[in-house]
């Protein structure tokens, strides 16, 4: 148990479908992160929330869409995607973005197949 | 540019000891981190430099040289559970973590 849990597990949609991944985070940190990570690739870092305030967009296309409403729950909102979107979608808290040394601890993952 | 280079994969003997190493290039850098992935699962924290020199936890064991921009894990005592990808990330000067690919560790009896 590391304390971020994501719902749901496993996703399959369509190009035109509209679905939210969750992501809960129970440590009390105050930054959560959103990345992908496709297979033989670096993780890509999406997004960044610190203190529930967008701190860090890395150019992700459009028809990915976070929303943190606290310090606990972030959401990805997903709308047109295609398939080289198909990836696993880690999130991540730690308890801060902007000093080192502070670990990032994810949650198990999203895995998203876009058909 | 940012990079993180390991090695894709590596194989090793259960009880023997393996190296795995990352180099990297950052735009600033406030330490280095690395995390285990077991397949399927999420990446979990296992150490953190950010001086030079070696940190010991267990069986475990991590060494940065800022000046040669160069890291390793050293894994003692190999057991089957230790079959995972390792994951090399260095802290740069906005302290946003720059990841490697990764290096897939194949553990035989």
């Known amino acids: 148990e590391t304390g971020v849990t994501q719902t749901p597990r496993h996703l399959v949609m369509g190009m035109t479908n509209k679905k939210s991944l969750k992501c809960e985070q129970h440590?009390?940190?105050?930054?959560m992160y959103w990345y992908k990570q496709s297979a033989k690739k670096p993780l890509e870092l999406m997004f960044v929330?610190?203190?529930?305030?967008?701190?860090e967009n890395n150019s992700v296309p459009s028809r990915f869409s976070p929303e943190c409403p606290n310090s606990s729950h972030l959401f990805l909102h997903l709308h047109t995607l295609q398939p080289e979107d198909s990836a696993l979608y880690l999130c991540?808290?730690?308890?801060?973005?902007?000093?080192?040394?502070?670990?990032?601890?994810f949650g198990p993952g999203t895995r998203l197949t876009v058909t | 540019g940012q990079n993180i280079d390991q090695p894709t994969e590596m194989t090793a003997t259960e009880g023997a000891i393996v190296q795995i190493n990352c180099t990297y290039q950052?735009?600033?850098?406030?330490?280095l981190f690395w995390y285990q992935q077991h397949a399927g699962e999420a990446p979990t924290f296992l150490s953190y430099?950010?001086l030079d020199g070696l940190e010991e936890k267990g069986r475990f064991s991590s060494f940065l040289s800022r000046s040669k921009g160069y890291s390793y894990l050293l894994l003692k005592e190999l057991q089957m559970k230790d079959s995972a990808s390792y994951l090399c990330a260095a802290s740069d000067s906005n302290y946003q973590l720059i990841w490697g690919a990764g290096t897939k560790l194949i553990i035989k009896p």
């Open positions: 440590l009390g940190h105050n930054a």
């Open positions: 430099n950010v």
């Open positions: 929330y610190s203190l529930e305030e967008r701190v």
């Open positions: 950052t735009s600033g850098f406030n330490g």
């Open positions: 991540a808290s730690s308890q801060g973005d902007r000093e080192g040394g502070y670990e990032q601890y």
